[in-house]
């Protein structure tokens, strides 16, 4: 399987309470929601296309609780995004959950590198990790991803979580698609591709 990530980030990195604000998961952030205003009929397409394609999805806690209370409780039908996680495997990386709750879940726990390696050597297949900042991180460092896509909202947030840090691991990337959506947001993939080279 690729893994593939898909990340809604503002312009200054901000990936925190894209959808809204959450006081049990996002205490104090008072600047949730900035994402969902700037969706239009066609960036909404895009996302419902990107879910119904999906093998499976890959979570981290924090993103697989908000997820499991949100489109987890979705009547068949409701939502292409709910359709799509409820009917498709989840894995939720987690040391810390033992009995996810949401029907079709593995947990991943102890050896969380080999358990996503065994997965990726399984039949061909997009597994797809959204949200998730803290385990995209990971994924990147230990050389697991295949392929980045971020929607880059035009707007600045100021505060909050960025997808990534101040400091940590550099890398090269390959653009491998590029648009934009009549509200100014641009989709941006990428595929990793090793090291930077750096001028002298």
Do not use: C
Not at 149 to 167: K, Q
Not at 181 to 195: E, M, S, V
């Amino acid at each position: 399987m690729r893994i593939t990530t898909h990340t809604q980030v503002s312009v200054d990195g901000v990936m925190q309470g894209n959808g809204g604000r959450d006081g049990d998961l996002d205490p104090g952030f008072e600047r949730g929601g900035w994402a969902l205003p700037l969706f239009d009929a066609k960036s909404i397409a895009y996302v419902d296309e990107v879910y119904q394609r999906a093998d499976a999805f890959l979570f981290g806690r924090r993103t697989f609780e908000l997820f499991a209370r949100y489109w987890g409780t979705m009547a068949p039908g409701a939502a292409p995004v709910a359709d799509a996680l409820n009917a498709r495997p989840k894995y939720l990386a987690s040391n810390t959950i033992t009995h996810p709750g949401w029907a079709d879940t593995t947990v991943l726990s102890g050896d969380l590198a080999t358990a996503i390696r065994e997965l990726k050597a399984g039949p061909d297949g997009e597994l797809q990790v959204h949200g998730s900042g803290a385990l995209i991180r990971w994924l990147l460092e230990n050389n697991l991803v295949d392929e980045i896509s971020l929607l880059v909202l035009p707007v600045i947030v100021g505060d909050g979580t960025r997808l990534f840090p101040a400091t940590g691991p550099d890398q090269a990337l390959e653009l491998v698609e590029s648009r934009a959506f009549p509200t100014g947001i641009a989709l941006q993939t990428y595929r990793p591709t090793g090291r930077p080279t750096y001028a002298n």
